[in-house]
């Protein structure tokens, strides 16, 4: 299982980010995805989760309204929209075969000034 997180960065709040996750070594139409988050000294949070088809996503409370998740399973990829972002929102994002937090692979950044 190798999957790759990409797209974080430095944004004001109330910007926006788009993440991307490229899975290969696996049969990635065949998974459920999910996205979690650790912000510094914190444990991993759990942020989304979507079906092996697609379609409704799922969403933690501290991010519903805000955050999309979506799969291209042509590409093998999974996608976090990231709209309307918060200083809480800091933290090293990571994408997962289901929710099992130890298939992540590199994670990718996001930092949201005030």
């Known amino acids: 299982v190798q999957l790759q997180a990409s797209g974080g960065g430095l944004v004001q709040a109330g910007g926006s980010l788009r993440l991307s996750c490229a899975a290969s070594?696996?049969?990635?139409?065949?998974?459920?995805m999910s996205w979690f988050r650790q912000a510094p000294g914190e444990g991993p949070e759990w942020v989304s989760s979507?079906?092996?088809?697609?379609?409704?996503?799922i969403y933690a409370d501290s991010v519903k309204g805000r955050f999309t998740t979506s799969r291209d399973n042509a590409e093998n990829t999974l996608y976090l929209q990231m709209n309307s972002l918060k200083p809480e929102d800091t933290a090293v994002y990571y994408c997962?075969?289901?929710?099992?937090?130890?298939?992540r692979g590199q994670g990718t950044q996001v930092t949201v000034s005030s």
């Open positions: 997962t075969r289901q929710s099992d937090f130890r298939s």
């Open positions: 070594g696996f049969g990635f139409r065949n998974y459920t």
């Open positions: 979507i079906g092996s088809a697609g379609g409704t996503a």
